[in-house]
DNA sequence: TTTCATATCTAAGCGCTGTACAGATGCCAT
DNA sequence: ATGGCATCTGTACAGCGCTTAGATATGAAA
């Protein structure tokens, strides 16, 4: 784990500290939670004294802002990936487990993705690829509902259409969680089978399609 | 605030303190947010030292417990007034809709319950009406769906309809706090005009309805 | 009525936290 | 070479969760 150079091999100035601050809490969120990120574990991780952060970050909220944000970055290329492998209209399913996904996988970073976004009461949606045209992972939701069938020129009721699928995937993503429902999946056959027969159970595509 | 009492009025025991704890820290909660709620505060807040507290409760977590429980319980009650509210199928709606606006009123009580919820991962299925007939919150969702169509022989699939549901509920609940969705309200006319839509938009309810 | 075990509280203190500030250090432009 | 500036250290402070030892009140037994 700890990262801290021996002292003569470190030089005082470190070179990119922010960087190396921004790693030191994404290790230490891994191996021991969220409970454990406290701005002076993340520099003793970092190898630095406890108020070298603040050159940095103006405070811990800030230094968390930063972690949270390569969350994000990293669910969009989840999702990026999980349309890129699914054609169809399976892509909108496909998107969704990819979230819910992220989230079981790295369940301590998700927490301090949405823990950053309600204390400021916005989702980040200036998260961007290397290459924007991709647009953050909301807007990628609601361009895969417009590639399906989703009227563009309808722009109320298209929004409300993602909120919606995000509104799932979000609480699917912390309900999986939850231990009374692994029953559930047993008896579905499996998470994939119970999170596929959740969003199934929602009305999230244009309704172009025949019939019912 | 300061529920404190004077030196000569309070007596050395205190009566009921664990209940004014719980009293204390959703006073504080209230009025000072999430972060402001430490023990030592919720101490100060009841009048008693810091130390007092752990006669009541194990540690920090499980007041905080005992906090989240109450709001488990406010919140069945007010969906159990929505519900006595409506009619028909609108009571699924209505049932969505109390769920929302209990966490748009109580926001960081509604932070406490989730926080705890996934430190245990688990929906604490124990709480309990006066009237132990009504269930829980969730298992009233399950029985509304059964009133209105659903098959209650079967059993998967009516409990996978009552996690859809839920999902729904609680991811728009969390999405409806947050400012980019602001607009959107206004363009619908409302909040509960938002609300209604989202929820229209996911096919939760049971599908013995005519046609599609 | 006195006694005493027990439940409840206080006082003091430990190690931790986030943050502030003064000063040391090293890089870069002059 | 020098001086300004960003960066880092050392030290300090108040507040935190929690522990321990001891004070105080209560209710049951004698």
Redesign the pocket.
């Known amino acids: 784990m700890s990262e801290a150079k021996s002292a003569e091999s470190?030089?005082?100035?470190?070179?990119?500290?922010?960087r190396a601050l921004v790693d030191a809490a994404r290790r230490l969120l891994e191996a021991e939670g969220p409970s454990?990120?406290?701005?002076?574990?993340?520099?003793?991780e970092a190898?630095?004294?406890?108020?070298?952060?603040?050159?940095?970050?103006?405070?811990?909220?800030e230094?968390l802002d930063a972690v949270a944000h390569e969350g994000w970055e990293m669910l969009q290329l989840a999702m990026l990936d999980a349309k890129a492998r699914t054609q169809g209209r399976e892509q909108l399913t496909a998107l969704g487990i990819s979230y819910v996904c992220f989230a079981r996988d790295n369940p301590a970073l998700y927490r301090v993705m949405y823990d950053a976004a309600r204390d400021k009461e916005a989702l980040p949606m200036d998260v961007e690829d290397a290459n924007p045209e991709n647009g953050n992972a909301y807007c990628m939701v609601r361009d895969t509902l417009i590639e399906h069938g989703a009227d563009p020129s309808a722009e109320t009721h298209l929004e409300l259409a993602t909120v919606a699928a995000w509104c799932a995937a979000h609480g699917l993503a912390e309900m999986a969680g939850f231990k009374q429902f692994e029953h559930l999946k047993a008896e579905l056959g499996g998470e994939r089978q119970f999170l596929d027969a959740v969003f199934n159970h929602m009305g999230l595509f244009p309704k172009d399609h025949d019939g019912c």
């Open positions: 470190r030089p005082y100035h470190h070179g990119d500290l922010r454990a990120l406290s701005l002076r574990a993340v520099a003793r190898g630095v004294s406890p108020a070298a952060p603040y050159h940095h970050f103006k405070d811990k909220a230094l």
